[in-house]
């Protein structure tokens, strides 16, 4: 974040020399424990009869959805509930359908605006990417939805999504008729560049539609294409009709990495360090990179993302992976390695425990 200086939360455990696999449950489970063990403890014993709201505030594609299901990996999702504002908007999309549904009548209940409830309703219909929703109307969306979540800790994702709406989320408990719950914001902080790669690597599955990157999160499956000398991945979802043999492809326009989203960024950004400087309110900070300089520091050699590359053994005509810590210049030029998904779990776990007692 330019101008924007988020603590540095490490997570290296001194005595603690195990490795362990990040890319799966079984690896993440026995990692936590080793490292975040009392905190989770201490969140679980909260959680026996109490609940939070978190704000879940970071640039676009800057993994809010990926940390909340980690979070909900190790505290279960009879828990945790994520709540995307722009899922529930598009599944209103379909109104004649989402008329049909116990959220309609709440809907109307709920709304209170200064645009009549059908006027707010065409804006809903009528909408484009640029213009946003009324927030009375995407409050009422909301406070439907949270009504089936007692007794969960709720994520919440895309609000606020405007300057306008920050001190809506400040308030959003109380608005909403819920819980007297803590609140906090949950902020993140991720290179631009970051981002950018992410896009321009990004390949998807034609049937499952699971997204992977070429250069930081492959399959378990990589063939080589001789004739157009092109690396490609296989879809490894077991789920899939594809799995093993459908060939993951680009999605048209990323190329154009983080270009189309530049605006989007900028506001997201003027947000974030809106809501760095308010006062009242907890704030857990994630930061999805490191220095290069502190990284030994702080975290262990595992927990630096991976940037992949392939190279063709001709002898044995298999697909060789090669493999280096991604290393990118953060918003301010300083040369930083990029972290694991997991890594940052650990930061916002043990912020929430001092947070929360």
Not at 193 to 212: A, G, H, Q
Not at 251 to 277: A, C, M, S
Not at 318 to 339: A, M, Q, R
């Amino acid at each position: 974040m330019k101008n924007l200086e988020f603590p540095l939360i490490g997570t290296k455990v001194k005595g603690l020399n195990s490795k362990f696999d990040l890319s799966s449950p079984a690896g993440r489970k026995k990692y936590f424990v080793a490292k975040v063990g009392d905190e989770i403890k201490e969140i679980k014993r909260y959680l026996e009869d109490s609940t939070f709201i978190a704000y879940l505030l970071g640039k676009k594609n800057s993994g809010k959805g990926t940390y909340t299901k980690i979070f909900t990996e190790i505290f279960g999702s009879e828990k945790i509930a994520h709540v995307s504002v722009g899922d529930l908007i598009r599944e209103a999309d379909n109104w004649d359908s989402f008329k049909k549904t116990k959220y309609y009548d709440r809907l109307e209940r709920y709304y209170r605006g200064y645009t009549s409830f059908d006027k707010a309703v065409d804006a809903h219909l009528s909408r484009s990417v640029e213009k946003l929703l009324p927030t009375e109307f995407i409050l009422a969306l909301l406070k439907a939805h949270i009504d089936d979540l007692q007794g969960k800790v709720i994520f919440l994702d895309g609000l606020p999504r405007d300057m306008d709406q920050v001190s809506y989320s400040l308030y959003f408990r109380d608005l909403a008729g819920f819980r007297d719950d803590p609140d906090m914001f949950i902020m993140i902080d991720i290179p631009e560049s970051v981002i950018d790669e992410r896009i321009k690597t990004r390949v998807i599955c034609p049937i499952c539609k699971i997204p992977r990157t070429k250069k930081l999160l492959i399959t378990s499956k990589i063939e080589y294409d001789q004739k157009n000398k092109e690396f490609y991945l296989i879809c490894d979802n077991p789920e899939c009709s594809g799995f093993g043999k459908q060939r993951l492809v680009r999605k048209e326009g990323d190329d154009l990495g983080i270009e189309p989203i530049r605006n989007r960024l900028l506001k997201d950004e003027e947000i974030i360090k809106t809501v760095f400087q308010l006062h009242g309110i907890p704030k857990v900070f994630l930061r999805n990179h490191v220095p290069v300089a502190e990284a030994n520091k702080y975290y262990d050699n595992y927990e630096l993302t991976p940037e992949y590359g392939f190279k063709w053994d001709v002898k044995e005509k298999k697909v060789i992976v090669l493999e280096k810590p991604f290393t990118v210049k953060d918003d301010n030029g300083v040369p930083s390695y990029s972290l694991l998904a997991p890594a940052v779990v650990i930061q916002m776990v043990k912020q929430l425990a001092e947070v929360l007692y």
